[in-house]
């Protein structure tokens, strides 16, 4: 009880605090079932009641307009600050709201998780390349690439790198993709005047809202979004979801960027600075 008082105690979200006190109770729960090294596991019952410390909503038109509006994705003209990555500051973005994809696995992507399957282009999340990391196995999963990113010639992008990773430009915090971008990405949002309850993970909740909004199934939004899928064994082993319908639902999302025109990528206009 001390420890947990300990833990409220420091600067901290109470949803951290909660995840380190459980990390110990499941090392005693371990020690308890697993090798009997004790009669009972003593901090049964011991816990931390989390709060929200902020709500995300997802981005509105009025707001992806105002973001995609910015010179980045108007006029090509890439930002200066390191952090950025270069190029990556136009295609991230842009990625995790027509994939519904994590910063995380957006910034983690090799040159050849970019694949075309059954002439169906795809990104592929896995945590296969050397630092490259999943949140669950349900994790592992084809996102196919919307024809508005293909419009936009990011094909073209993608085979114009000369190295593994997609991003040669984009610098890694404490080795791990998507940290400096974070923070470039935050200071992006604050100079348009975005709240803050809108921020980068809102892109998937964008995502999976337009999805909803289309009628796409459950079982469907959740494997584009790397979700276990709920239900019986049988049900998730069995029950497979072709390729093309996986298309057919990322393609439903043509409309969220439907009054916000952006300028087509291409390597001229990518080494402009300001």
Request: aromatic share 8%; with cysteine; proline share 4%.
């Amino acid at each position: 009880d001390t420890f947990r008082s300990w833990l409220t105690g420091q600067a901290t979200t109470t949803k951290t605090a909660r995840d380190k006190l459980n990390w110990v109770k499941t090392l005693l729960k371990y020690a308890t079932q697993d090798l009997e090294l004790i009669p009972k596991n003593p901090w049964v019952g011991l816990a931390i009641k989390t709060k929200t410390t902020l709500v995300r909503r997802p981005w509105d038109k009025q707001h992806l307009a105002l973001l995609f509006g910015h010179d980045i994705w108007q006029k090509g003209v890439m930002p200066r600050v390191k952090f950025a990555g270069g190029p990556a500051a136009y295609w991230i973005p842009l990625l995790a709201l027509y994939t519904g994809a994590r910063l995380s696995e957006i910034c983690q992507l090799e040159v050849n998780n970019i694949q075309r399957i059954d002439g169906i282009e795809v990104l592929k999340i896995t945590d296969s390349g050397e630092g490259q990391r999943v949140k669950s196995d349900a994790g592992h999963r084809v996102i196919p690439i919307h024809s508005t990113l293909l419009e936009l010639g990011f094909m073209e992008y993608v085979e114009g790198q000369s190295g593994t990773t997609l991003w040669s430009d984009l610098p890694k915090r404490s080795g791990k993709a998507g940290g400096f971008f974070s923070r470039f990405f935050g200071d992006l949002r604050k100079r348009l005047g975005i709240p803050s309850d809108i921020v980068f993970h809102s892109f998937r909740h964008t995502f999976r809202s337009a999805l909803v909004e289309k009628g796409i199934s459950e079982p469907v939004i959740d494997r584009l979004l790397g979700h276990e899928t709920p239900g019986s064994v049988g049900a998730k082993v069995y029950t497979h979801i072709s390729l093309i319908s996986l298309k057919e639902a990322v393609e439903s999302v043509d409309d969220i960027l439907e009054s916000t025109p952006l300028a087509i990528f291409n390597h001229s206009i990518s080494d402009n600075k300001h």
